[in-house]
């Protein structure tokens, strides 16, 4: 079992930046591959991001690709979703995941494991 907790969100103009951190405790986040997805108000969960175990492979959303950057620190057992060029859009409440085989398909929120209870992002015109 391991427990998630998201932080860092906020509101920010747009065009601004923020970074968002993934603590783990309960196990050691190397295990896992990890992702980040968004869901906005009346919308569906969506990927945003993901990374291997390794460090060696990041995936992004095309609607994030160039602006936002994954990454992970195994020994602080800490993921971190750098988001930079805010756009309102972006606005959405922010979850990490972790997914233990890694295996799965890693845009599909079915395919992680364990779940954080987010973090809020809001971006202003």
């Known amino acids: 079992q391991v427990q998630l907790e998201e932080s860092g969100g906020g509101l920010v103009q747009a065009g601004g930046s923020l970074r968002l951190s993934c603590a783990a405790s309960?196990?050691?986040?190397?295990?896992?591959?990890m992702g980040w997805f968004r869901q906005a108000l009346g919308k569906e969960r969506e990927f945003v991001a993901a990374?291997?175990?390794?460090?060696?492979?990041?995936y992004y959303a095309d609607s994030v690709k160039g602006r936002f950057t994954i990454s992970r620190d195994n020994a602080k057992n800490t993921v971190y979703l750098q988001l930079n060029n805010l756009k309102p859009e972006d606005t959405a409440v922010y979850y990490c995941a972790a997914d233990v085989s890694g295996f799965g398909y890693y845009r599909t929120p079915g395919t992680y494991d364990y779940w954080g209870q987010g973090t809020q992002v809001t971006v202003s015109s």
């Open positions: 990374v291997s175990r390794t460090v060696t492979t990041t």
């Open positions: 309960g196990r050691t986040l190397s295990r896992y591959r």
